[in-house]
């Protein structure tokens, strides 16, 4: 399913198409070519920043050009407009996420404890290998154009309601002790955006480990430990568990 998204031209009537009169988007003119994927996606890198430092009604295609150092023409190979590069951005991290959750939700097999891993490892590892994009989104909220917002939001609503989803099954499963799945929800989700915060690429955790890490924390909140009794040992043990896991976790930051 091509989920590209087709906006209008500059509505100020200085048009920062190419010209051609063209409806096809970035992706379609870029075809499989891995060399021009790889620009694009630079593309979105560097406007992402300058939307962030600038904001995004003062940046134009000429300021992207010359930061990636492209002629304004060649951009126009790549997006027709400003707008094209703001919708891939939240594409990338709004759009297309919620998506691969929805594939999940529907893959057969996977227990609700095994769904919640790994859709927490897939976010974390995602997130920590698009740079700052994450965090450079959040930040341009506020001046996210009316035409993307619902585009946005959906993405985001779409994230939380599989949680939600996969929480209450592992609830109703026995797999999850009873709990707000709503709450639960945004506990879960707030401890994976939050690594793009602190992430450092020359770290000692890989972002497999540091996904995997998070995962196990996370769970152990929610999973029904039903050979484990609930007395001061058992309570102890969790506790004691936990805090080698976020040992290890503080460690990868040193």
């Given at each position: 399913?091509?989920?590209?998204?087709?906006?209008?031209?500059?509505?100020n009537?200085?048009?920062?198409?190419?010209?051609t009169?063209?409806a096809?988007?970035?992706?379609?003119?870029?075809?499989?070519?891995p060399?021009?994927?790889?620009v694009?996606?630079q593309?979105?890198?560097?406007?992402?920043?300058?939307?962030?430092?600038?904001?995004?009604v003062?940046?134009?295609i000429?300021?992207?050009?010359?930061?990636?150092?492209?002629?304004?023409s060649?951009?126009y190979?790549?997006?027709r407009?400003?707008?094209?590069?703001?919708?891939?951005?939240?594409?990338?991290?709004?759009?297309?996420?919620?998506?691969?959750?929805q594939?999940?939700?529907?893959?057969?097999?996977?227990?609700?404890?095994?769904?919640?891993?790994q859709?927490?490892?897939d976010?974390?590892?995602?997130?920590?290998?698009?740079?700052?994009?994450?965090?450079?989104?959040?930040?341009l909220?506020?001046?996210?154009?009316?035409?993307?917002?619902?585009?946005?939001?959906?993405?985001?609503?779409?994230?939380?309601?599989?949680?939600?989803?996969?929480i209450?099954?592992?609830?109703?499963?026995?797999?999850?002790?009873?709990?707000?799945?709503?709450?639960?929800?945004f506990?879960v989700?707030?401890?994976?955006?939050?690594?793009?915060?602190?992430?450092?690429?020359?770290?000692?955790?890989?972002?497999?480990?540091?996904a995997?890490?998070?995962?196990?924390?996370?769970?152990?909140g929610?999973?029904?430990?039903?050979?484990?009794?609930?007395?001061?040992?058992?309570?102890?043990?969790?506790?004691?568990?936990?805090?080698q896991?976020?040992?290890?976790?503080?460690?990868?930051?040193?």
């Open positions: 399913m091509n989920r590209s998204l087709t906006l209008p031209e500059e509505a009537g200085n048009s920062e198409a190419d010209g009169g063209s096809r988007s970035g992706d379609a003119r870029l075809g499989s070519n060399r021009k994927e790889l694009r996606e593309l979105i890198d560097i406007a992402a920043q300058l939307f962030d430092s600038k904001g995004y003062q940046t134009n000429n300021d992207i050009a010359r930061a990636i150092g492209l002629g304004r060649a951009v190979h790549y997006f407009n400003k707008e094209e590069i703001l919708a891939a951005l939240v594409e990338s991290e709004a759009l297309a996420p919620s998506h691969q959750l594939e999940l939700i529907q893959q057969p097999g996977l227990t609700p404890t095994q769904r919640l891993r859709a927490i490892t976010g974390i590892r995602r997130r920590l290998s698009s740079g700052s994009r994450f965090i450079l989104l959040a930040r909220e506020a001046q996210i154009p009316d035409e993307l917002g619902p585009l946005y939001n959906r993405g985001r609503r779409d994230i939380y309601d599989f949680y939600v989803r996969c209450s099954e592992g609830i109703e499963a026995g797999e999850f002790r009873r709990t707000d799945p709503k709450i639960a929800a506990a989700i707030g401890m994976a955006n939050w690594t793009s915060r602190w992430y450092s690429p020359s770290g000692a955790r890989t972002p497999d480990e540091i995997e890490i998070i995962a196990d924390i996370a769970l152990q929610l999973v029904v430990h039903k050979n484990r009794p609930l007395d001061e040992h058992g309570i102890r043990t969790a506790i004691e568990g936990m805090r896991q976020i040992e290890a976790l503080e460690r990868s930051l040193k």
